[in-house]
């Protein structure tokens, strides 16, 4: 079954995907009933879903991340404002993950596997800007990452990226999470690149002021207008853990 899933998501990244903008995607997977899922609901919000709220039955989650090339973090970190090719990213990103969930869905369907997901973004609370269900999170779960000082998730590919997530009735074996933080910060105290990079100072050491985080997406948002809905930023996304190299065995 995870070399089912690993196919589909690798093979509907590369023929749905716009050339040079995405690397390879990783995959994670989590039991339905791990305690995690749980603690979601102190962590994040007490509004957040569990798998089973989800899909009645669940046995297990599958998360994925796909990552951004090099050259589209370069292009976003020398812009002076947002650059307009990551904007465009996220419009895209968030079409391609749900169509990869749709391409799981059906591949799962002809195995006899029901599933159901979330759709990848703007299932939060606009006033209390609380998700319903945090694939970040989630994906943390099933073994992708770890949080950064910039509160996105580091995975082996780095976090310049979007995650998606998508729940089963199948059980699977669950990734081991891993041991390495691949923060700076964290991990040596030594890395401030996401907060240097911050443009409004919502991002300390302290935390992030997500309501002041926000305003800034939705200037950009209304800045490109003419995209779509684009309430994106990124800046601190562009740092020394945007973009890993991935070691041999990682990835889909």
């Not at 609370?125 to 319903?132: A, G, M, R, T, V």
Request: glycine share 10%; net charge neutral; aromatic share 8%.
């Amino acid at each position: 079954m995870k070399a089912l899933i690993k196919d589909v998501l690798g093979r509907t990244v590369s023929e749905n995907g716009r050339q040079g903008l995405y690397r390879g995607p990783l995959t994670g997977f989590a039991r339905a009933d791990d305690p995690l899922f749980s603690e979601l609901k102190q962590a994040v919000g007490t509004s957040h879903l569990l798998p089973s709220d989800i899909l009645a039955g669940a046995k297990s989650v599958a998360a994925f991340f796909i990552p951004f090339s090099k050259e589209l973090v370069e292009v976003n970190k020398k812009h002076a404002y947002v650059a307009r090719e990551w904007a465009e990213a996220y419009i895209e990103t968030n079409r391609l993950i749900s169509l990869c969930c749709e391409r799981l869905a059906e591949a799962l369907a002809a195995e006899g596997v029901k599933t159901n997901w979330q759709q990848p973004t703007h299932n939060f609370d606009p006033e209390k800007l609380i998700s319903f269900w945090s694939h970040k999170h989630v994906a943390y779960i099933c073994g992708l990452g770890a949080f950064g000082l910039h509160h996105m998730l580091i995975t082996a590919a780095g976090c310049a990226g979007r995650v998606g997530s998508i729940v089963m009735d199948q059980p699977i074996d669950p990734t081991p999470r891993p041991e390495t933080q691949y923060c700076l910060f964290h991990s040596g105290g030594k890395c401030l690149a996401c907060v240097r990079n911050c443009p409004t100072g919502a991002l300390t050491r302290e935390g992030l002021n997500k309501q002041k985080c926000y305003e800034r997406c939705l200037e950009v948002d209304a800045y490109y207008s003419d995209l779509g809905v684009c309430d994106v930023c990124g800046k601190c996304a562009t740092g020394p853990c945007a973009v890993r190299e991935l070691q041999p065995g990682q990835g889909v």
